[in-house]
């Protein structure tokens, strides 16, 4: 099989209020919203996260991100200004009250739900100890052009990934020194060399499984319905909040990919670990949904979708001799990985030894290990180097608008950087490369970390890089939690969607899909991604 | 205003296991599943809830329900059975593990859910403390021409309670001695007795509001869902259990009514209980629906809802003089009861001078007084004597029809049935008058409350009926709880669901809009309705 499937995502940032563009990944930070939160690579977009105003204030502190910006995006606010908005944080208190009751019966008849951690089995049996997810009671106002921008992007950065993952070369060498400091990336690296050893050059690719495709689609639906139900006493426009269709692309490119597979036996395998409270935004993609105008897997497709973790792959799964994966005595067309992300999904053996069958099967697998690596910060890294971006990417345009989205982001090897950054500590961030970690470094830990290494060799650099620190704005935001609303500092984060699907031949599917809006608490006022109360959100276009 | 309204709902039963159809109110011993249950007056009838089969043994024992009935029905038998039907109770259990495990997952994220009791909170603030309605795993089997049948009768029997309704001296006249013995009714009879008085003759018509309209519908969806996607494993036909519109036609004609009020300012209040885990069936009514072919209120009708509790009315109810009822500044079009039926419901005067002031105002109320008084067991028992429906009714047919449902139903002022209950009590249950009470008299405690009676007078007499006592066939079930799917015995009972509105002048809607399957567990075999634990269910047509 040489078919390839990714439901992605990409790696940067646009920062709204900042005349540069910083590449930032998504952190695993989402942990007093869910503890099994995974690795969702995605753009990040930070949007003035102030009040919905009539005035230009906000709309004037946005940077151009691209020549003549400035000029498109003023023309822009000022057709903008001529709508009505309301300022959201003097709306009367008893209406905040009178919506927030509406958008708790929402999530509760909608399904925009998780399993409360404070009920023991609602991690492993559905219908049992179910919560509203954590969400932000109105959409936060986000620049049109910006939104514009980042959906334009997504196909390219799908397209880079690709060929990133293609390139084994690349990819081992850019991480043999991560390899020598970090034992998780070191094991994926080794199934890695023994698929390219096989002669898997060409093997299936993908990219990381992002969390909340499902929830993240309820999310606009909620505000958009609370829009136009108050629309008299809000005055804003529901039409301005996209359509969030990611859980309508996941399931289309799951299908696809189940399709290329040419096997009407095969079952599409979902991979999750053994507790999961956001096991509901999974099943959106799996299950049907009768009066429902989403494509699921069920119902649109007639897609057979089975639950494993990675022990039961290991105990119940055979590799035959054609490559066929059997688990359970089911062929495995698509391995849909919504665990394997971070090292304690694998406390033993066994789960290693499951991931490694898996690909070593013709199942189409999103992600692949290929995929997986090109995903490391390191790689991003390597592409955000003077002249290496033109490896994987022809078009010269396409190669500009990526490489806006990769300043800021630096290596440890980089001793002019390194030095200013322990002279000015508070403009950068050191983050781990893996993924999954959420121990960035922050402010004058900084420093001292950098001395620290200085002092103990250039062996551990590999392990960090360095990256500009982002400053959002931080404002008062309604965020709704445990049946609560409580208005809170807030800063928000936009991440896009993207599918892309590929066989030998031809580009199948590659499409900007949909979105996530998070918006978290700032209990620090750290600003950054400081750590703290995450919910989610959906996006007004301003 | 002279437009009337009505969701309900009927008094029959037809018990398919005998040659007699028994008229039976349904009850409020659904407290193991919800301790809300409101009265739900509707028909009923005991299908033969044994396994779907392929055998004629089971629906030969059906009787016919009328002249050449029995002919009819072997013939539907005959044709039906030639379609492929399995043994439910043979399903392998991993099998019946994945359904019971989709079903879960289905109820989570489509809204068929309830309030945990385990959760302080689940009450009261929705969103908190969700778990899914206790519902049945698969379809109850019911004989074809009884659901037409049933089906045919529906709008038959909302033309007599209206009628009725509109007959105060008949109301008054029925109920003069239970007026004596029951305190609640008497006090309902009072503020209708106030509104003849006014000139109130004909004021809004409405009937009881029955429970479980939204979540009954998604029952069935489920259930159609579950035979889909276990179609080659199960062989069962979806498309036999009949769609489930009851929410549909609520919502329809709660909008009508609205409507017929002609105030484009005026809400529809629904008055609830001040703890109430069955919210979710309720907002169903009242919440849009966003991806929904679903007609509710917000959506398809644009029409504003509030919730009040009798209390809240009292406090913030003004009677205008031309008869506007404002609460809390906001004219009120139509009342919807989803509180009020039961004794409980009123702890204070307060809540009788809220029931008092909502009838009193010209609000479409569902139901006005003289329905809440039409639906006693009284006037049941007063339509099944000789001659009475001739009273209500012109079509002889419709007459007919009718009394069919009303056999075995008796007043204990009937010596010959009271002295037969006392020799052979095993076949009567004595109900109290009043609905909600749930304390069905059963055994040889019929024959010592009758001879108590006997001693102590007539005058007690009028709280109680006697019935033909019900002996539905138990078969083994698989019910649904708590995320635990267990087989148990069971009895199943269907009601339907009715929509009436009339104005001065015209119907306006008469429909059949639904139904609701119940199953319980025969936790003591008793049989008729043993108190036990009950679960939502639906129809398989066979």
């Known amino acids: 099989m040489g078919a390839g499937f990714s439901s992605c995502s990409h790696t940067t940032t646009f920062f709204a209020a900042s005349t540069t563009l910083f590449p930032h990944r998504s952190k695993s930070n989402f942990s007093t919203f869910n503890p099994h939160f995974k690795l969702l690579s995605q753009t990040l977009y930070y949007p003035k996260p102030t009040k919905i105003t009539t005035s230009r204030s906000s709309s004037s502190a946005l940077s151009p991100i691209n020549s003549g910006g400035r000029a498109e995006e003023m023309k822009t606010q000022e057709e903008k200004s001529t709508q009505p908005m309301s300022d959201l944080h003097n709306i009367d208190p008893e209406l905040i009250q009178r919506m927030a009751y509406d958008a708790l019966v929402w999530t509760s008849i909608h399904g925009l739900v998780v399993g409360d951690k404070s009920v023991p089995r609602s991690g492993k ?3 049992v100890g179910l919560v509203h997810a954590p969400i932000a009671l109105l959409p936060m106002s986000f620049p049109e052009n910006h939104w514009k921008q980042a959906c334009e992007v997504s196909p390219i950065f799908n397209e880079l990934i690709d060929r990133v993952s293609l390139d084994g070369e690349f990819l081992q060498e850019s991480l043999s020194r991560t390899k020598m400091v970090d034992a998780f990336t070191s094991r994926l690296m080794d199934i890695h060399s023994q698929m390219l050893e096989n002669g898997k050059r060409e093997i299936e690719i993908n990219t990381i499984s992002a969390s909340f495709p499902g929830l993240g689609s309820l999310v606009s639906e909620l505000h958009r319905s609370l829009l136009n139900q108050y629309k008299e006493q809000l005055g804003l426009d529901s039409r301005r909040i996209p359509r969030n269709a990611a859980v309508n692309g996941f399931a289309e490119a799951l299908a696809k990919a189940w399709e290329e597979y040419s096997n009407p036996r095969a079952v599409v395998m979902f991979v999750v670990q053994t507790e999961e409270r956001n096991m509901y935004d999974q099943h959106w993609l ?31 799964g055979v590799l035959q001799p054609d490559g066929t994966l059997l688990v359970g005595d089911q062929a495995i067309g698509v391995i849909y990985f919504r665990a394997g992300y971070a090292p304690t999904d694998y406390p033993s053996e066994s789960e290693w030894r499951a991931r490694l069958l898996m690909e070593q099967s013709s199942a189409i697998k999103c992600p692949s290990i290929s995929y997986h690596l090109a995903g490391t910060k390191k790689i991003q890294q390597e592409l955000a180097k003077p002249n290496v971006l033109e490896r994987f990417l022809e078009n010269k345009d396409d190669i500009a608008k990526i490489r806006k989205c990769f300043a800021g982001l630096w290596s440890l090897d980089d001793s002019d950087i390194v030095k200013d950054a322990i002279e000015r500590p508070e403009f950068y961030v ?3 490369q893996r993924e999954g970690g959420g121990n960035n470094i922050y402010g004058d830990d900084v420093r001292k970390s950098l001395l620290r290494l200085q002092e103990e060799g250039a062996e551990e650099n590999a392990a960090y890089i360095l990256m500009q620190r982002i400053f959002p704005t931080i404002a008062p935001t309604y965020l709704m939690r445990d049946g609560i609303c409580h208005k809170d500092h807030a800063m928000s984060e936009l991440g896009i969607y993207g599918a892309y699907l590929r066989n030998k031949e031809n580009v199948i599917m590659n499409e900007q899909c949909g979105y996530l809006m998070r918006t978290k608490v700032s209990s620090s006022n750290e600003g950054g991604v400081a750590a703290g109360f995450a919910v989610l959100d959906s996006v007004y276009l301003n």
Chains 1, 2 share one sequence.
Do not use: H, W
Request: charged share 20%; aromatic share 10%; hydrophobic share 30%.
């Open 125 to 127: 049996v559905p219908g």
């Open 286 to 316: 799996s299950t049907e949904f009768p009066f429902s105008c989403f494509p699921q897997l069920c119902n649109t497709y007639d897609v057979t979708t089975i639950r494993k973790t990675l022990a039961e792959i290991d105990e119940q």
């Open 430 to 432: 050191m983050k781990p």
